[in-house]
């Protein structure tokens, strides 16, 4: 299971992290992403971090702004959000892969992740 929270209100260019705490002894050789999903639209990719430590991916309107980053001793991934605008509210949700071997192109894609943390709001103000 997957348990999310840090979301809040923030006034845009504000920052606010987020933490996804993972239970079970997977985390450790699974891939974790955020995706989020603004009222009205389709849950879009954010962020994936692999499991074998290689260089983040991220979404090209969150890249420089958000970083993703993993603790695997405490079984939680994290986002870091700087610079926040107002496009970015959206419930954020995080996500762990089904297998332990994502090839890089497959990273965005939600059908890649089987376990979803239940959502987290974040409201930017303008």
């Known amino acids: 299971q997957l348990q999310a929270s840090g979301g809040g209100l923030v006034q845009a260019g504000g920052s606010l992290r987020l933490s996804c705490a993972a239970s079970?002894?997977?985390?450790?050789?699974?891939?974790m992403a955020w995706f989020r999903q603004a009222p009205g639209k389709e849950r879009e990719f954010v962020a994936a971090?692999?499991?074998?430590?290689?260089?983040?991916v991220y979404a090209d309107s969150v890249r420089g702004r958000f970083t993703i980053s993993r603790d695997n001793a405490k079984n939680t991934v994290y986002l870091q959000m700087s610079s926040l605008k107002f496009e970015d509210t959206a419930v954020y949700y995080c996500?762990?892969?089904?297998?332990?071997?994502?090839?890089?192109?497959?990273?965005?894609?939600?059908?890649?992740?089987?376990?979803w943390g239940q959502g987290t709001q974040v409201t930017v103000s303008s």
């Open positions: 971090v692999r499991w074998r430590g290689a260089v983040p």
């Open positions: 996500a762990m892969s089904e297998t332990s071997s994502v090839i890089l192109s497959e990273l965005r894609k939600a059908y890649q992740y089987d376990t």
């Open positions: 079970g002894a997977t985390f450790n050789r699974r891939d």
